[in-house]
């Protein structure tokens, strides 16, 4: 059997992607300063700062740094060794130059020597770990792990599932209500085409959005725990690895969507999401969860297909309650304007990537097993 090809390459460039878009946003209002890109590196220091940004700094790169190490890594020849560190820091550390950088350019971020130290010195905290895990034999009993788990080509699926709870984090109007974004599209679409004949080809709504009655919202909920479920299925191996599975999700699931109104809400609002229909849907996801078990992968994958169909169908008839846009406020104008971009993306791109990835598994012959 072909050896399983490694999710650390998928996900240090999706991790790249994302200190991409935290380091740049909001993307607007780009303009030359009168100073060279590199001023700040022989800057003073600066006189204020705090230890969230300390700690954001290098808990922020430190994923990167073992990614890039890990990556290296399981590629094999010379960089099986400590070479892999010393290329895993220098190419976060000169990542994070560049993004320094190109702040300069952008009038509400300011490019900072102190926030390229902290990149620097977590890129390599992230590539020891990675290289002390790898001679310890733990990245080794991973793969050993995982192929007693998982079938051969399942890296997509596992970035995917990695990446779920991540998206969860943004506040979404619905409990694990992830890819609403017609609205939002309709109203950049009109922006971008205004003042030009193409607005009229827009179609108009014959009625307004209406808000989700409580069935569905209970459906989301319960369809919104039903996919990385059968995400999940779609690769695992066995059936009772499938129901270690489908209580990990739950769990996990739960976990990330309180610390989301923690977050947002202070932590006495950490279970305010925590209604009856949610409640109900995520009784209900259980035993299908379990009368899935023995489903055939590729039977998963279909039904993983109509889950999301339908989902996304629910979330994009209905508008964002005012309520919900106020709250965004916590994020985009507090300390959370650092994530706000990349989780807010990845809330609307994740179901719309496993929605590729479903109906690119459906549509060739089921290999390995």
């Keep these: 059997m072909a050896k399983p090809k490694t999710s650390a390459w998928p996900l240090a460039l999706s991790y790249t992607v994302l200190i991409l878009y935290a380091s740049l946003y909001p993307f607007s209002d780009w303009r030359d300063q009168g100073i060279v890109p590199w001023f700040y590196l022989t800057a003073p220091l600066p006189k204020y700062w705090t230890w969230f940004d300390v700690v954001t700094n290098v808990l922020g790169y430190a994923p990167l740094g073992f990614l890039y190490a890990l990556s290296a890594m399981r590629s094999g020849g010379a960089w099986r060794s400590a070479h892999a560190v010393l290329l895993a820091s220098v190419a976060a550390g000169l990542l994070s130059m560049t993004m320094e950088g190109l702040q300069s350019y952008l009038p509400v971020r300011v490019p900072s020597n102190v926030d390229l130290t902290m990149n620097f010195l977590g890129a390599w905290l992230g590539a020891v770990t990675a290289y002390s895990l790898e001679k310890l034999g733990a ?59 193409f607005l009229a080809w827009l179609p108009v709504r014959d009625v307004e959005l209406q808000p989700l009655l409580p069935f569905a919202g209970l459906l989301c909920a ?21 129901a270690l599975f489908m209580v990990a999700t739950i769990a996990i699931g739960i976990c990330a969507t309180a610390l989301s ?41 279909a039904l993983l297909l109509l889950a999301l169909t339908v989902q996304l169908a629910l979330l994009n008839q209905a508008p964002a309650s005012t309520y919900f846009s106020q709250t965004l406020q916590t994020w985009e104008q507090g300390r959370f304007i650092r994530f706000h971009g990349v989780i807010q993306w990845l809330g609307w791109v994740w179901p719309f990537a496993a929605l590729v990835y479903v109906l690119v598994r459906v549509s060739r012959r089921e290999s390995d097993l």
Excluded at 265 to 281: E, I, T
Excluded at 286 to 298: H, T
Aim: net charge positive; with cysteine; glycine share 8%.
């Design 222 to 242: 319960f369809l919104g725990v039903l996919i990385p479920y059968l995400l999940g299925y779609c690769i695992i191996r066995s059936k009772r690895r499938r």
């Design 139 to 197: 990245i080794d009993h991973w793969s050993r792990i995982r192929a007693r788990w998982f079938v051969r080509d399942a890296r997509g699926a596992l970035v995917l599932l990695a990446l779920w709870p991540v998206a969860l984090l943004f506040p979404t109007p619905v409990p694990f209500g992830l890819g609403q974004v017609m609205e939002r599209l309709e109203a950049a679409l009109a922006d971008a085409l205004q003042g030009t004949p």
């Design 261 to 301: 109104d923690a977050l947002s809400y202070g932590p006495s609002h950490a279970w305010g999401w925590f209604r009856l229909p949610v409640q109900v849907g995520l009784a209900a996801a259980v035993p299908i969860g379990l009368a899935l078990l023995a489903l055939p992968r590729r039977a998963c994958a």
